[in-house]
């Protein structure tokens, strides 16, 4: 029989199977999530997660010891966290700016020199040449901000890796601080004679039993601030997609270029005002100053869960990351009463754990 002889089927007849089709209602396997993956999806979700618990462990681990070993214990009250709190306003401030750079896949290895610099430009020309010490203050965050566009044009035009061009620049910057400052320090005595407003950071007042800086408080509005800029606005969206792909952000419209020179840019700005915190931290303004603070800067940012590839990281993060350096510092040294190179060792042990935690995350994403 041909097809052109074969019965045509009707309607009817394909409504008369449907009673014998089968009409379950499509099911899939339901998935499983393990504890360690719920786990993982939580910290990626909440970066700032397990910087704030390392923190109130550490706080609580070293009070503990306190009371245990001293029988006077020193390192629970406020007089004593209050100090923390200053010695990493300035890494802070340093930590807040190359977090920035870090969200881009980039760093930068000159802060400590950018900071250094800006402050010695505001001494030198508020005391020797006499200009207003607001002027003065002005022209170093504007050059701090001229050599970050310098770091940023380097890496966007002449494309070549901010680890090499952030190298070269702290030999660059750490040079002229010494020409420029004839090796000299600035005395914290002419500083308080001639331009006083650049110690005004250092003012304290005491607040429930602590002593807080003005330096502290505007670490803080400071940290609030530029998480604003990062979590609500086009320019931190662009920022953390350019660190996540920058051939899709490039691709999606985004001026990848002129995010990143102003991304240098403000990160020059921020090393600048910590330069102006630092004089009024230490009293003085020397050039061979903070020489640590590029390696501190990192390591608070690390230990704060800001991934080093870039993308993923939060400022609270870093400032957390700081202060936790800072307890572990104080804690070793009032606590423990251990030597300082412990406390250097704590610090390397802590960047080890805070990079093998980013990798699992980042394994988990996958």
């Not at 910087?51 to 681990?61: A, D, G, K, N, R």
């Not at 009250?77 to 930590?95: F, H």
């Not at 070793?332 to 805070?354: K, P």
Request: aromatic share 8%; hydrophobic share 50%; net charge neutral.
């Amino acid at each position: 029989m041909t097809d052109k002889d074969s019965p045509t089927k009707t309607s009817s007849d394909f409504e008369a199977t449907l009673n014998t089709a089968d009409n379950a209602v499509a099911s899939f396997a339901k998935d499983d999530k393990s504890i360690g993956h719920v786990i993982r999806n939580f910290l990626r979700n909440f970066p700032t997660a397990i910087p704030m618990l390392v923190l109130i462990i550490s706080v609580l681990m070293f009070g503990l010891i306190d009371n245990m070993l001293n029988e006077r214990a020193n390192f629970m009250t406020p007089n004593t966290l209050s100090t923390v709190l200053k010695q990493v306003t300035v890494v802070g401030i340093v930590a807040i700016a190359q977090t920035i750079v870090i969200l881009t896949a980039g760093i930068d290895l000159s802060v400590a020199a950018i900071l250094v610099l800006s402050s010695i430009i505001m001494g030198k020309l508020s005391v020797d040449v006499g200009l207003p010490p607001g002027l003065a203050i002005m022209i170093g965050m504007a050059f701090g901000g001229l050599m970050g566009l310098f770091n940023g044009f380097l890496v966007t035009k002449v494309k070549l890796p901010p680890f090499i061009v952030t190298l070269g620049t702290l030999s660059i910057y750490s040079a002229l601080k010494l020409w420029y400052s004839g090796s000299q320090s600035v005395r914290g005595a002419d500083i308080t004679e001639k331009a006083p407003s650049l110690l005004w950071f250092g003012n304290a007042f005491n607040f429930g039993g602590a002593t807080l800086t003005y330096g502290g408080i505007a670490m803080i509005l400071l940290a609030v601030v530029i998480w604003y800029v990062l979590t609500k606005t086009a320019w931190g969206r662009h920022v953390h997609a350019i660190g996540d792909d920058p051939d899709a952000a490039m691709l999606a419209g985004i001026q990848t270029d002129r995010v990143l020179i102003g991304v240098y840019t403000l990160a020059g700005v921020i090393c600048a005002f910590g330069g102006w915190v630092a004089v009024g931290r230490v009293g003085s303004i020397s050039p061979i100053g903070f020489e640590t603070a590029n390696l501190d800067s990192i390591t608070a940012v690390v230990i704060g869960g800001t991934s080093l590839f870039g993308g993923r990281g939060s400022i609270p993060g870093s400032i957390l990351g700081a202060l936790i350096v800072g307890v572990f510092s104080t804690g070793l040294s009032v606590a423990a009463r251990v030597d300082d190179y412990w406390q250097t060792f704590a610090a390397g042990c802590l960047v080890l754990i805070a990079v093998a935690l980013d990798q699992w995350l980042r394994r988990a994403s996958k």
